[in-house]
Structure formats: structure tokens, C-alpha cells
């Protein structure tokens, strides 16, 4: 077991593999049964797809738990090769790829959209990956243009969270209490002062959001939001086979090539929502390389992009999936980052944590009571993701600003890009920032009054 012997400053013990660090459970970390507990339940939010998928494909339920389950193996790949992040979903550009697959008619040529349009993402970051541009991007990105990417990723979550006909309206009560309880267990100054002095409130802690999702399954019946889980024995039965003779190129062949080429302009729309989930992926895991000093985390946007470019490229050969293959699942890292922060006890390494939730959740997909019991609640659950994610984003977003005429050019980014989409957020951002800006376009400015005031909220928020 390698990682008993780790160096108390340096990176945790793996196999390096070109731009790659190959970490192996029980062998190059120690399994953490908190995160893999957390993660049985939280596949919740893997399931949530479903009804995405069932909703723009027409696919039967158990085709969309083939495609959910094939993404949760893949989910394993960043930190088996060394990127130190909960993967999750592109969240805020779903509605940007449902609105542009739903201008084909369901059937095959709509799926031959989701393809077309997901092997393009997918070869786009592989391409950024491999020749090292991602991160040349993230530098030439304008600080004001950074924060406002990440503020409308922000806003996007919440929206579709409240808008009329949004998940608000299908579970009012048991959004209200157990996202409550969410915010309060993860965020809450009180929490934190008395889970050091009571040792249950510290194994409640350790847990995460597995208490919200349990309290949800109970209430949601109760305020007749939702069913009583149907528990059943044994193993889900996802159906491979007719996904892959119905929704793939195996049974559908390849898209048109006029596909690929009217997808385009999606696509890079789709790209800088995922490029401000990079941002904050190393934004978070800075967070957390700071909290501690036994442990060093890398965070290569590079590694990243090769990871989910892959992800991406496969998906949509082997199940083309509407959520996509981003970096972050914010929500997840956020509770990760939190509990790293309570010291090696709690976390041994960040590796372990992110590791054993997402061995977890794949878990959690292959049993049928499991499944069972949280189906009822899948919106409850996705809700509860996109508002966590909203909550962070906007506070990243905020601190990403070095000026207040960042800020103010951030703000209306993030307004356009919740209201038009990314393209449009994108273009406003562009022209704001060289109106205000100028020849200090890729430079902007910087507040130093504003900046140090950041830094000592950073350095309260950490106390």
C-alpha cells in the first residue's frame, strides 16, 4: 500500500504515464468509505438523465440507464489518470444542445444530431489537449470575460431550477426542505462550529449530501411531490443491445458529413460553457491544495481535456448522451474540497475521496434497491446539483474579477449567457471588453484595492 508511504508535501504515489499519473485504489490511495457511502445514493444524479434522455430520443427507460451506466465507467478515468476532480455533466449547456438537436425530427436523424454533435466536441478538446493549446487558452482569456463565463454558468443552474415548469414547480416542498438542509450542512458557519464539538454532527459531516437525499426519498411522499420507492432485489438491467442497434452508428451508421459541419457553431458555444468548468476545476483545486500542506494536487487543464475529449468521442460512438462528458461535476467537488479541508484523518488524499465516490455511484447504478429507491426523487436530486453548482459558480465568478469594471462586465455576461446562450455571452463579452478595455483587451486591469479586498475574504472564508 503506496500511499502510507507518501512524502508529507509531495503529490500522492502513481504511475506516470506520459501526460498521464496512473493511481490505483488500495494501492496508490486509501479507499474512503464516507465518499463511496455518499456516492451509492448520489447516483441519483447520474439517473436524472433518464428522463433527458427519454424525453428528446423516445428511448425506453432501460436503454437510458444502458447510456447512464457506460458514463459512469468512463466517470473513472480522471482520477485513474491523475486529474484531481469529480467529473460530471456539461450542465449548463444541456439546454443549449436540446434546443439545437430538438430542430431535427425524433427518430434517426435526431440521433444522428447528438452523434455528430458530441464526436465534434469530443475531437475539439483531444485536439486542445494534445497540442497543449487548452492551456495557452485559459491564459489569453480575459479576466472580466473568465468571470462572467462562470457567473452565467451560475445563473443558467439556478434558472432552470425555478423557471415555470422547472423542477421548483414539480417538487416545491421537498426542494425547499432538503436543498435547505443541503446549504446548511455544506455552507453554514453554525455547522461548522458544532460538528467539531459533537460527534454526531461530525459523522453527519463526513457524509456529505448523503443525508439530504435520504431526508428527500421520505418527504417527497409525504408532501405527495412523489411515489414511495418501489424497492426491488437484485441487479438493474440496462438493454446494451438495443441501444446499440437503435441510438448508434453500429445500427444507424455514420452522420452525414453536412452534420458535422452544421453542429459546429453549437459546439463552440458548448465549449466555452465547458471551458468556464475548467476554470473552475483548477479554481477549486487550488482551493484545496491551499487548505493542506501534506498533500500537492496538479491540476493539468490538459490532462483534463484529453480525459473528456476521449470521454466525448466514445460516448457518442458507444451511447450518444445529451448531458455530455464535462470536466466538473461542481456540486460533488465542492463537497470534496470541504471535506479535505477537516485534514488527513477525514481525507488521507483528495485522490481517495474523489475515487471512492465515483466507485460509488457505479455501484449504485448496478443495484436494483438502490436504483429503486431513488428514482422517485430523480428531480429532486438534480435540482439539488444545479443549485450547489449555482451557488459556487457565482462565488467563483465574483472572485475571478481583478476590478470592479470586471465585475460590472461580468454581470451582464453572465445575464446573456443564462438568457440567449453561451454564443451569445461569448459575443457580448468580447465587445464589452474591448469598448472598456481597448489595447488591454487579453490585460484588462487591475483594482489592487479591489483584488486585496478578495484576497481577505478568501483568507476569512479558509479561517
Known sequence: MLWKNREYGQEAPHIPAGPFKIRLPFIHYRFEWPDYVQGLLMCAVDLSAIPLLTELLGMPFEVALAIVMLNGLFYLLHHLLGDPAVPGWITPAIPLIMLYVQQFPEGPERVHALIAFQL????????????????????????????????????????????????????????????????????????????????????????????????????????????????????????FITLWNEYTIFGLGLPPMMMFITALPTVFAAYIVLFGDVIQTRILVEEADASRDDEKLDYNPSRAHLIFGFRNATMSILGPDVTMAGPLWSAMQVVMVERYKKGRAAMDSFFGGVGSFRWGTNTGLLLLPIVGLVQPILGVALALTLLIQGYVSVKVGVLEARSQRDLGIAGIIGGVLAIKGAAWGFGVGILLVFLIYGRDFFRGEVDDTFVKNQSEFKARKED
Open 120 to 239: 465534434t466536441l469530443g475531437i475539439l478538446s483531444l485536439l486542445l489537449g494534445a497540442t497543449g493549446l487548452a492551456n495557452k487558452v485559459i491564459r489569453l482569456i480575459p479576466p472580466a470575460l473568465n468571470s462572467g463565463i462562470i457567473l452565467g454558468a451560475g445563473f443558467a443552474a439556478i434558472i432552470s431550477v425555478f423557471q415555470i415548469g422547472g423542477r421548483f414547480d414539480q417538487f416545491p416542498w421537498t426542494i425547499t426542505i432538503a436543498v435547505g438542509l443541503g446549504f446548511y450542512l455544506m455552507f453554514s458557519k453554525h455547522f461548522a462550529q458544532i460538528q467539531t464539538k459533537h460527534p454526531l454532527f461530525g459523522l453527519i459531516a463526513k457524509l456529505g449530501v448523503f443525508p439530504v437525499i435520504i431526508l428527500a426519498v421520505i418527504i417527497a411522499p409525504l408532501f405527495k411531490e412523489a411515489a414511495w420507492p418501489t424497492i426491488e432485489w437484485g441487479f438493474s438491467k440496462p438493454d
